[in-house]
């Protein structure tokens, strides 16, 4: 994917990030995944078999950590999700391509340190799932490869990467070159 854009006469160009960092193990996060693959490294944690993989979530469970189940659809890619996929695929998909790849972990301790609260409560056990859910949104963007950066091709060589959305980037890059004149309109008047 490489998309120009001509703002104020510069040129953005708009690149897929080659060399993106992966969310699950270069950020913070509450979360933490829990996988059991041969073929795929999903998460923080691979675990050699669902046995092994199952005590490490006993072990969360008794610490009191919120644990969900993720299914993984494994088609041209790899897909996660909180929920199954049947009903949401092509018929016979999510039969044969989809299933539990593991478990996401949202972390007690630090939930109720980072939300001042005591104990789980309904609010915030629902605040945990929808971190979850984000967590495993941003995952499947970093594992389909859609995350982009730019370029602005002039004498200024500016570029940044990391944007998981593409309309970021071409914002940020826009804001740049905002900049850019600006200076160099100051500089003209001086």
């Avoid at 699950?24 to 046995?51: M, P, V």
């Amino acid at each position: 994917m490489q998309e120009s854009i001509e703002y104020k006469g510069h040129t953005i160009n708009i690149e897929l990030d080659q060399n993106a960092e992966n969310p699950r193990t270069e950020w913070d996060h509450f979360t933490e995944i829990h996988c059991c693959s041969s073929k795929y490294n999903l998460g923080e944690h691979n675990h050699a078999s669902w046995d092994e993989c199952k005590k490490a979530i006993a072990k969360c469970k008794k610490s009191g950590d919120m644990v969900f189940d993720v299914y993984a659809y494994v088609h041209g890619g790899v897909v996660l999700s909180l929920g199954d996929f049947y009903g949401k695929l092509p018929q016979g998909h999510a039969e044969f391509d989809s299933g539990q790849s593991g478990f996401i972990v949202v972390k007690k301790k630090e939930i109720i340190e980072s939300w001042g609260k005591n104990n789980w409560t309904e609010e915030l056990r629902k605040k945990a799932y929808e971190v979850a859910e984000s967590d495993i949104k941003t995952f499947n963007i970093y594992l389909s490869g859609e995350i982009y950066g730019y370029t602005i091709d002039d004498d200024c060589g500016d570029s940044c990467w990391g944007y998981y959305e593409v309309d970021d980037a071409i914002e940020e890059a826009k804001g740049s070159i905002d900049y850019i004149v600006e200076q160099t309109k100051e500089e003209m008047e001086a």
